[in-house]
Structure formats: structure tokens, C-alpha cells
């Protein structure tokens, strides 16, 4: 993942997409290139997991929320290559 400024990473707060919806990472400006623009206003950034909290490229749908591939892993679950 690309690198954040710390002034950047002040002004970013963590965001469930929609009910049920998987976490994001959102902020007003746009903290680097690999930000995306979003309808409602602001840039979206990694996803992050419900489990682990952390950033991530990616989340996967577990019965308990939204899962990193590393979490879903330690819990023995099949990730898809």
C-alpha cells in the first residue's frame, strides 16, 4: 500500500460502506493517488477488516463480518487464489 502523510492520516476516519457493508478507510482530501473519489463526497481509501482492524487490499464475507484474507486464513477457511 502506498504511503500516507501523517497530516493525511489525522484527517482519515474508518466508515462502514452501507448497513452491513464492509469498513473503508474515508477522508476529504485525497491522501494519495491510490484514493478513489466517492459519490457522496471524499476520497476512499484500503478496506479495512472488522477482525484485525487493519488496512487491507481486500475484504472477503465471513459470518462474523468482513475479513482480511489473513484472518480468514487463521481461521482455516479456503481463500480463493
Given at each position: ?33 491510490g ?47
Amino acid at each position: 500500500m502506498k504511503r500516507v502523510d501523517s497530516e493525511a492520516r489525522r484527517q482519515i476516519e474508518v466508515r462502514r460502506m452501507w448497513k452491513g457493508g464492509p469498513l473503508r478507510q474515508i477522508s476529504q482530501k485525497r491522501p494519495n493517488a491510490g484514493w478513489i473519489a466517492v459519490d457522496a463526497g471524499g476520497y476512499a481509501g484500503p478496506y479495512v477488516c472488522d477482525k484485525c482492524q487493519k488496512p487491507c487490499q481486500g475484504v472477503y464475507k465471513a459470518e462474523d463480518g468482513w475479513q482480511c484474507g489473513d484472518c480468514r486464513k487463521a481461521v482455516g477457511v479456503k481463500v480463493a487464489a
